[in-house]
């Protein structure tokens, strides 16, 4: 064992690990501590950095061969979570500023995430699995301001469900354990080709148990309530890193494999079951982050939904799609006026007549909506064609044709957002200004790149 | 500079505009309308000059500008004027300034993104105009609708938040299927030789199968046939027009409706070539059916926005009917019969604007006599109203004339082949012209004459600003009714490539 390869190729993991450590010393020795997030913000940066230097230099390595592996794809997939997770600290400045705790979990979190990204058998698939839906439990308890009972329901049915979804995965690996002896992903690709009864049943427990992390229908009704009880951060944490990282490893685990007859309608069917009762249920919410829960059902569907593309445009889509949802979702949060407390903060008529009282954060949640709406010229608009361009070309015109009538079904909501901002009455502007640096600064964080891609998506397109 | 680089000039000044908007305080309002009436006005400055520098005499792309946008997926940032454009651009930055300083007195509340809307729009309509790629097309296409949503929901009447959902959805739907049909479309022609190209060019270039081309076309129909409005697909129109802010209204009858039957022109006909061949009588009908509807409904308005909305789909089933006739004549007659309508509808809901300003109701009954209280509004009221009804010597006269005149050209040719039914469509559509007298001429008769009535007088007539508006539009309608050899002759090549492309059959790949 070269401790150098594993230094280096591990060199996210790690930095990760030492600021995990350095937290909990912080914890330890300092009584009453003060900037945890920017610590945090320190060592997730330099984590990030990391993996895109490992991508930029195209580093290939296999420090735990057959366990664990370093490819420019990995590195690239780690680099856009890591990334994600930026604002998402930004964001938690205020609610959990100096609270330690918070911020190893969601280090830990990350950690779990880099190891599923990085993941060559079921063994560390379900190492990281765990490593990054355990300290979200927790995460999920955590919350700020007086809605403790509701976040402990919130996060018992996460929980539970979590359970359950671990449980049909490690019955899933093994069966395919059972069948072919491996654990390896690439025996896994080969059991979806050949037609056995084990393999398929392996197949079918191991997609549900990614549905129910991913929150597709019929496997999401633990979504609204773990991201209503949840704190502003946290939900942003669930709804950005965790699906994001959950959909990468999807893809590793699939990864350019052809989906058989069967498979295909299954992974179109609750995809697109996810996309219309996710937009449809969006409809009738009145609390922000229940809204944004079932939007981003709908979104889990769109992004299985890539995976029916052909093999190497899913890897494309699937990770724009996840960038450009990822900062959308961020950039809406951001942009959500601060309130005495959580559930305050979270009523969608709070937002009414926003834009007389906050014109930036209004004109930040619009441009997140209609970006989530898949407007052009907004990137959503671009991951969302994508997606489909690809589902169109490998031949499934009517799943295409199916998928975009429902995410017609999600204007209305989104729009109403920004009606509720920028046509409705509100109540009078509170008092005295709010210190808005840090979601000024995350919103810009967000923006810039949301631009970037706006104007030049040929840019990250090309490369990819 | 290059003529090339002038038009890129022109699309991207809103852009600049609304940056600099931005940049200024809100409380500056004077500068704030200095700067939308700066922009707007050097567009036009730029357009106009561009305008007379077009070559009538040159088939295809005049000022071009391609540039690989996303390379991977053969979508270019590719624009240019040619014959079936120039004049609709033309138009768009004709109303643009009139369309800002009209909102001068008329917007008080948030004026910085007013204008910030008017100028976006501006640049999405111009974009859509200019595109020469079916994805650059479609993202104008859908920008669109953004700030129009706004501008009817934040600006508009009582009922404004039902107007603009039903707006939004309406097109929102026609545009997702549209979508479809773009990638499906692509996909297809991409198949036998390899290549991904969105351009205009190299999808007219293709054929496909008819059963296709009858599903795509629909899907490009619905969407332009809502934007445009036909019968049945028009029901969002009178609430928009309604409930729209002034601004809106006009640039939503002078402009935004265009974009249907360009649309029509300029890729669903043309690119479905055969389905459109099969599906002649049923847009013939539609058309016939618009006019005719759009007409009656207009006769029984009692809200004078109202009136002009529902004269809008009237006229442009005149557009419809002038394009699907084939016939030179009668396409280069929807193409002045579009610009026309722009200027009349644009100009009436200006006036409409004006006096609800000052007597703050729309409702026909309030009002009568105005001719002899405001005197001059009434003079420019009526000539509208005569250009609306097409009175010779005004724009409308040569659109619909043209229109009907290519339309019986071709009923009675192929009358002579045995067909009586183009023929029938024909001589109903002439019953339009009819009606459209009847129902202008009762607005104009109960509006102008009779006795006085006129709510919160005494009322003030026009200020210098708003005449200098009306001066502008009525100008612009007498020189296209009394000179419209030269705009003509800049869409006749258009017109000829249009009707060959749909009639002459091309040679499967």
Not at chain 1, 74 to 80: D, E, I, N
Not at chain 2, 132 to 150: G, S, V
Request: with cysteine; proline share 5%; glycine share 8%.
């Amino acid at each position: 064992m070269n401790w150098l390869t594993i230094a280096t190729a591990l060199a996210s993991e790690n930095i990760l690990l030492l600021g995990i450590v350095v937290l909990l010393l912080v914890e330890i020795v300092v009584s009453r501590p003060r900037g945890a997030t920017t610590l945090a913000l320190f060592f997730v940066a330099a984590a990030a950095c990391a993996a895109v230097l490992l991508y930029a230099t195209g580093y290939v390595a296999h420090p735990f061969p057959g366990e664990f592996s370093t490819d420019p794809e990995s590195s690239l997939a780690k680099s856009v979570v890591l990334a994600l997770a930026l604002p998402v600290l930004l964001l938690s400045r205020d609610d959990f500023g100096n609270n330690v705790p918070y911020h190893v979990l969601l280090l830990s979190s990350l950690y779990g995430a880099c190891l599923l990204l990085s993941a060559d058998s079921f063994l560390t698939v379900f190492l990281g699995l765990e490593l990054l839906s355990l300290p979200v439990y927790v995460l999920v308890l955590m919350a700020h301001g007086h809605a403790r009972t509701r976040s402990l329901e919130a996060a018992l049915k996460y929980l539970v469900l979590g359970g359950t979804a671990t449980a049909t995965f490690l019955l899933a690996v093994a069966l395919l354990y059972g069948g072919s002896g491996s654990l390896s992903l690439s025996s896994f690709t080969a059991a979806m080709v050949v037609p056995d009864p084990m393999a398929i049943a392996a197949l079918i427990l191991l997609m549900i148990a990614f549905f129910i992390k991913a929150a597709v229908v019929p496997f999401h009704a633990w979504a609204p309530d773990a991201y209503e009880g949840a704190s502003v951060p946290v939900t942003a944490f669930m709804a950005t890193i965790v699906k994001a990282a959950i959909l990468l490893a999807v893809l590793r685990i699939v990864g350019a494999a052809p989906l058989s007859g069967t498979l295909v309608d299954a992974f179109a069917i609750l995809p697109l079951a996810s996309i219309v009762w996710g937009n449809l249920a969006a409809m009738r919410q009145t609390s922000f982050r229940r809204m944004i829960a079932y939007s981003s059902i709908a979104h889990a569907g769109f992004l299985y939904y890539a995976l029916l593309g052909d093999g190497p445009g899913r890897y494309q889509a699937v990770l724009f799609y996840v960038v450009v949802y990822g900062l959308m979702n961020l950039l809406a949060f951001a942009g959500l006026p601060r309130g005495s407390d959580d559930a305050s903060r979270d009523r969608l008529d709070r937002l009414a007549g926003l834009f007389h009282r906050d014109r930036f954060g209004a004109l930040m949640i619009g441009i997140a909506m209609l970006s989530l709406a898949g407007i052009p010229p907004l990137p959503g608009f671009i991951a969302k064609f994508l997606v489909f361009k690809n589902v169109m070309a490998a031949g499934y015109t009517t799943y295409a044709v199916l998928g975009l009538v429902g995410s017609y079904l999600g204007i209305y909501f989104y729009l109403r957002v920004i009606q509720l901002m920028f046509m409705s009455p509100g109540e009078a502007a509170a008092g005295a200004r709010q210190d808005r640096g840090a979601a000024v600064v995350t919103s810009l964080v967000c923006l810039i790149p949301v631009l970037l891609l706006a104007v030049f998506p040929g840019w990250v397109i090309g490369r990819v | 500079m290059a003529d090339a680089t002038w038009l890129n000039v022109m699309l991207l000044l809103p852009v600049a505009g609304v940056a600099l908007l931005l940049a200024l305080p809100s409380l500056k309002e004077d500068a704030i309308r200095a700067v939308a009436l700066v922009v707007t006005l050097a567009q036009f400055v730029i357009g106009g000059a561009l305008y007379l520098r077009f070559d009538a005499a040159t088939v295809g792309l005049q000022f071009a500008t391609h540039i690989a946008w996303i390379p991977a997926w053969g979508v270019q940032y590719a624009i240019g004027l040619d014959g079936y454009n120039v004049l609709l651009v033309l138009l768009t930055v004709f109303l643009g300034p009139l369309v800002v300083a009209g909102a001068f007195s008329a917007i008080r509340k948030d004026l910085k993104f007013f204008y910030c809307m008017v100028l976006l729009l501006q640049f999405a309509m111009l974009g859509a105009f200019v595109a020469q790629d079916l994805f650059l097309f479609y993202l104008f296409w859908e920008t669109m609708m953004i700030p129009m949503f706004l501008i009817i929901g934040i600006w508009g009447g009582e009922r404004r938040i039902y107007a603009t959902f039903k707006f939004v959805l309406y097109t929102a739907f026609g545009s997702i299927l549209m979508l479809a049909a773009i990638i499906y479309l692509v996909y297809m022609l991409q198949s036998p030789s390899g290549e991904l190209s969105f351009a205009f060019a190299d999808l007219t270039r293709a054929r496909l199968p008819r059963p296709v081309q009858l599903t795509l076309l629909s899907a490009f129909a619905l969407s332009f046939a809502i934007k445009m409005p036909m019968v049945p697909l028009h029901t969002w129109l009178p609430q928009a027009h309604v409930e729209a802010p002034t601004a809106g209204s006009v640039i939503l009858a002078g402009v935004l409706l265009k974009m249907g039957s360009y649309g029509f022109m300029k890729l669903g006909f043309p690119l479905f070539p055969d389905a459109t061949r099969q599906l002649t009588p049923l847009f013939m009908s539609l058309a016939v059916v618009s006019i005719i509807y759009g007409a009656c409904l207009a006769l029984v308005q009692n809200d004078i926005k109202k009136i002009i909305a529902y004269s809008s789909i009237s006229h442009l089933g005149y557009v419809m009917l002038g394009l699907i006739s084939l016939d030179i004549i009668g396409i280069q007659g929807a193409v002045i019969q579009m610009v026309s309508h722009g200027l009349t509808a644009g100009g009436l809901f200006l006036m409409v604007g004006m006096i609800y300003e000052r007597c703050h109701t729309r409702e026909l009954a309030a009002y009568g006599g105005l001719a002899r209280a405001l005197p001059i509004y009434s003079v420019f009221f009526m000539v509208l109203t005569l250009a609306s009804i097409g009175l010779p010597t005004t724009s409308g006269f040569t659109g619909e004339f043209l229109v009907l005149l290519g339309t019986a050209t071709t009923g009675w040719r192929q009358y002579q082949d045995g067909a009586v039914f183009p023929l029938l469509m024909s001589a109903a559509a002439v019953a339009g012209v009819v009606l459209s007298a009847l129902y202008m001429l009762r607005f104009a008769k109960s509006f102008l004459f009779g006795p006085e009535k006129l709510p919160h007088a005494p009322v003030m007539d026009l200020v210098w600003r708003e005449k200098l508006i009306l001066g502008a539009i009525v100008a612009a309608v007498f020189a296209l009714g009394l000179f419209p050899d030269g705009p003509m002759r800049k869409s006749e090549l258009a017109a000829q490539e249009f009707r060959a492309l749909i009639l002459v059959p091309r040679m499967p790949r």
